[in-house]
């Protein structure tokens, strides 16, 4: 059974920066995508940032310069660095993690910004 560990969220002021961390475990299948959503107050979820094992990235335009997404391979672990962060990143962060076998989502981590 495939785990995800997240870890790293919390409160912040406008302007400061969090780690967020994804960890997998229970498979030794190789993680094609990992990544990581959110969903706000009253909104849908939504994409924040994926990479995929090669090392190409994509974010949402709303995080793009400000937040980076990295993984360690080796740690089946992602992280996401967020920077200059804005009231409006207030979400749940899920991680996300897909491999052959289907697509595993972590229980999610708050992450609060205040003014």
């Known amino acids: 059974q495939v785990q995800l560990v997240e870890s790293g969220g919390g409160l912040v002021q406008a302007g400061g920066s969090l780690r967020l961390s994804c960890a997998a475990s229970?498979?030794?299948?190789?993680?094609?995508?990992m990544g990581w959503y959110r969903r706000a107050p009253g909104k849908q979820r939504e994409l924040v940032a994926v990479i995929i094992r090669g090392g190409i990235t994509n974010y949402a335009d709303s995080v793009k310069g400000r937040f980076t997404i990295s993984r360690d391979n080796a740690k089946n672990t992602v992280y996401l660095q967020m920077n200059s962060l804005k009231l409006e990143d207030t979400a749940v962060y899920y991680c996300l993690t897909v491999l052959a076998r289907g697509e595993y989502w972590g229980q999610g981590t708050q992450v609060t910004v205040s003014s």
């Open positions: 229970g498979t030794s299948d190789s993680i094609n995508v």
